[in-house]
């Protein structure tokens, strides 16, 4: 168990009050004094706040109507904090219970009631939904089956109904850290859960032409259109479509791209967002140091931008741009069609190394 | 799964509290004594290697093809000492991209040259048209396929088809000069990159340094896990030796050598000593790698030989960890991770 006492919940850097100034960015960041923390930045690149944890973070949601963000420790932690957005300070520590551990991120379905997260039954290797209660103190109300092994993002589906969650495939137990257990017979799908029910709304696989693909991360559009980024566990001299999109009703295809941009992806997808119009298609390779973008309703590709260790992606104020966060490069805006990456803020933002995902709230 | 015989980290990390001033001196070390006399050796060799093609092109003949071979040498020898940093001006433009192709995935670059040649010669000869082509036929993986593969097939066959081929042999050729000059350029002349580092700002220092010592942590996956690891394959039976990266030029072997030797000396640079168990582990490697055959995935599936190859993965695997313990508190960074280890 990690320590959760005095490391978590200092506010290094003061900021209080400043929700209400517009939308912030909220991710996992580690400071130049190599401490785990969680940020914010306003779109004009102003911090904050940055807030000690208590070890690595991953991904972060917003409780709807609320100044709640919920961050998640990466998988296989056992921890999530509760951040108030307008003072930066903890608000609260969830621990994931005996036998389970999160996989790094967590959904709200319609209101701002019940937390949904991502967890890993570590006896069976089966994917769960942890429910956590966030008008009483986030205490764990049970859980529902994920539908698959490995679950990671999840998100509701307006519209359509449902809570669409991507079943990566791999099982993995905290006594081995990271390393993938079932190299040999990973499944790989979107799972439609009925948060109401606990049924299984409709279940899509990839397929045996994609074996080794495992599905992370993803987004969904507006009409229900679920977008989706996979990683790829196989031949690393094969080369599969990396992203792809699900139909309210559960058919899935993949978005094409020319050779040399999806090579440029190096088989992995970071993170998925759509732009604040909901009409470009963005993802995230750090391995391939890349982002590339497709028109959501043509499928159209539209190109791509080099950035060293991206990885955080989210809508920027302006419809089709993005916010980029790097590793090593700092933070960056993009703006479709234009070929160019700006950098964005306050020197802080280029000293510290921002993890994998960005929350726009 | 590989054992993996790590050794252990008995380390005593030292740490510095690194200002400006020693940020610009480590930068300037590195440019001066790695960075920009790897890109000078870069862009003579390519400058060279267009001169070849021109004049083999003007008189074709058989001792030319020699000329040729020994230019494309030097070039895939100069690349390969530097292929290892993307920090700085190679970023631009898809240039890493363009000089080099490997993995080489669905045969792009086979199917790169053949779409350029069914191009008129005039449009090959183009460079801004042929520098919009494919990246996987512009680099030292597509000048290896031209000089094996095609030529094989069409020896000397001084004839119309043959003036297309020297077409795109001084296109590539062409275009790995152009990139190779800029890149050097971009560093070293007015206004360049080191000249900008002179004067740069305590977090424009720090973040050079922190994306160097992430390329160099970065080619130590890069090199372990795909051109040696996928290459021998997880288990005796399960090589690939078709796709080790030169394979048709036999470079296999040596191209790992001069990576791991860029690898030593940008560490040795970095850290200001030959005394640290990261360069000890380095050298263990290279004189495993300099005493394999010129192929080395011949010993993959071989029972009696293939531990020579675990071997020298648990040689580069010892470096990798010592280097992820030592480097970054030498160099006072914190090392970006999503691309090393992501989610």
């Known amino acids: 168990m990690i320590g959760l006492g005095s490391a978590v919940g200092a506010t290094l850097t003061a900021g209080a009050g400043h929700a209400a100034d517009g939308p912030l960015y909220v991710t996992a960041v580690k400071g130049d004094d190599g401490a785990h923390a969680v940020a914010a930045f306003t779109a004009d690149g ?15 949601v917003r409780r709807p109507g609320t100044n709640e963000v919920i961050v998640f420790a990466r998988r296989p932690g056992d921890w999530a904090t509760v951040v108030d957005l307008a003072t930066g300070q903890v608000r609260q520590v969830i621990l994931a219970p005996k036998g389970r551990h999160f996989y790094g991120h967590g959904a709200f ?17 089966q994917g769960v939904i942890g429910l956590y209660d966030a008008t009483d103190h986030y205490r764990r109300k049970g859980e529902l089956p994920s539908f698959g092994i490995g679950p990671h993002e999840l998100a509701p589906r307006p519209r359509a109904g449902g809570l669409v969650i991507a079943n990566g495939g791999i099982r993995t137990h905290p006594d081995s850290g990271r390393e993938m257990l079932n190299a040999d017979a990973m499944e790989p799908g979107l799972a439609v859960l009925d948060p109401e029910t606990g049924d299984c709304r409709l279940k899509a696989d990839l397929g045996p032409d994609n074996r080794g693909l495992s599905i992370r ?33 559960g058919r899935i295809h993949f978005l094409d791209m020319p050779d040399e941009a999806l090579a440029a992806l190096n088989n992995y997808v970071g993170s998925v967002a759509l732009d604040r119009s909901g009409e470009v298609v963005a993802v995230t390779s750090p391995r391939g140091g890349t982002a590339a973008f497709w028109d959501r309703a043509s499928g159209r590709y539209l190109g791509r931008r080099p950035m060293p260790d991206v990885c955080g992606l989210a809508a920027a104020a302006a419809p089709e741009a993005f916010v980029l966060t790097s590793g090593n490069a700092g933070i960056a805006t993009t703006q479709i069609p234009f070929e160019s990456i700006e950098r964005l803020g306050a020197p802080d933002l280029s000293r510290w190394v921002w993890d994998n995902h960005v929350l726009l709230t | 799964m590989i054992a993996r015989l790590v050794l252990p980290l008995l380390l ?90 490997w993995p080489e995935r669905r045969n792009a670059v086979s199917r790169a040259l053949e779409s350029v040649l069914r191009w008129n010669e005039e449009a090959i000869l183009t460079p801004k048209r042929f520098a919009g082509s494919s990246v996987a ?6 000048m290896e396929r031209l000089l094996t593969d095609v030529y094989k097939r069409e020896a000397l066959a001084v004839g119309g088809e043959w003036s297309k081929y020297c077409a795109l042999g001084r296109a590539i050729a062409g275009s790995q000069a152009d990139v190779s000059a800029a890149v050097l350029n971009e560093w070293i002349g007015k206004n360049g990159l080191r000249e900008s580092l002179a004067t740069a700002d305590e977090n424009t220092l720090r973040e050079a340094v922190t994306r160097i010592a ?16 996928a290459i021998m394959g997880p288990e005796l039976g399960k090589s690939r030796a078709a796709m080790a990266e030169g394979r048709r030029s036999g470079r296999p072997t040596r191209i790992i050598v001069l990576n791991l030797e860029a690898m030593r000396a940008l560490t040795r640079i970095s850290l200001d000593t030959e005394d640290d168990q990261v360069i000890d582990a380095l050298d263990n490697a ?26 020298l993965r ?26 090393l280890d992501g989610d």
């Open chain 2, 12 to 101: 005593a990390v030292v740490a510095i509290d690194a200002s400006a001033a020693d940020r610009r001196e480590i930068l300037d070390r590195i440019a001066g004594d790695f960075i920009v006399p790897r890109y000078q050796a870069l862009a003579d060799a390519t400058g060279e290697q267009k001169k070849v093609w021109d004049s083999f092109c003007a008189k074709p003949s058989a001792a030319g093809v020699d000329d040729l071979q020994a230019a494309f040498h030097k070039v895939a020898d100069a690349w390969s000492s530097i292929e290892i940093v993307r920090y700085g001006p190679i970023s631009k433009d898809f240039r890493h991209e363009r000089l080099a192709h």
């Open chain 1, 109 to 125: 379905v319609t209101d701002g009631q019940l937390l949904h997260a991502t967890e890993n039954n570590m006896a069976t290797g």
């Open chain 1, 46 to 60: 102003v911090v904050r706040f940055k807030t000690r944890l208590p070890g690595r973070g991953h991904d972060a």
């Open chain 2, 286 to 311: 290279i004189r495993m790698a300099r005493d394999l055959p010129p192929q080395f995935a011949t010993l993959a599936d071989d029972p009696k030989r293939r531990w020579r190859l675990v071997l």
């Open chain 2, 137 to 142: 036929g512009q680099g030292v993986t597509a």
């Open chain 2, 214 to 229: 992430t390329d160099l942590l970065a080619a130590y996956e890069f090199v372990d896990d795909l051109k040696l690891g």
């Open chain 1, 217 to 249: 991360h993803l987004t969904v559009a507006r009409d229900g259109t679920t977008f989706f980024g996979c990683q790829f566990h196989g031949d690393p001299f094969d080369m599969p479509l990396l992203v792809g999109a699900m139909t309210p009703d």
């Open chain 2, 314 to 339: 648990d040689m580069i695997w010892s470096a990798r960890n010592l280097s992820q313990t030592t480097i970054p508190p030498a160099l006072d960074i914190t090392l970006g991770f999503n691309s």
